[in-house]
């Protein structure tokens, strides 16, 4: 099962004070579009994959087969029809465009900078 499409088991719920205020709320999509969201890493596996005693073989040996992952998505629903090239933030994951290969009934995403969590951060 995609993780949609999960029952959700329960929800919390709690007054807001100052002294129990969250740092940030998550937005619920409760009737999302599906759209397809690609995300990359890294292209190649060395640094210098043109460095010849690195990558003996070539640049394009080196290629990361790993380097970019599908996922099916729900978004929010306001989202469909958007024109190609525009940006959007995606919750604490990172900023992702529209892909030209986006039709009106299939969405496109693609991860242009993603968010790292601080590691220091509590």
Not at 13 to 28: C, G, T, V, Y
Not at 75 to 81: H, K, Q, S
Not at 87 to 98: D, H, K, W
Request: net charge positive.
């Amino acid at each position: 099962k995609q993780w949609y499409q999960r029952r959700v088991r329960g929800v919390r719920l709690e007054k807001l004070s100052s002294m129990n205020k969250p740092k940030a709320f998550i937005q619920w999509v409760s009737e999302g579009v599906r759209a397809e969201v690609r995300d990359y890493s890294r292209l190649f596996n060395h640094k210098c994959p043109e460095d010849p005693e690195q990558v003996p073989g070539g640049f394009l040996t080196d290629v990361n087969p790993d380097s970019l992952t599908l996922y099916d998505a729900l978004v929010e629903a306001r989202l469909a029809g958007s024109p190609a090239y525009t940006s959007y933030q995606f919750e604490r994951i990172g900023f992702y465009t529209v892909d030209v290969d986006s039709t009106g009934s299939r969405l496109v995403f693609n991860n242009t900078v993603s968010l790292r969590e601080d590691a220091g951060k509590k």
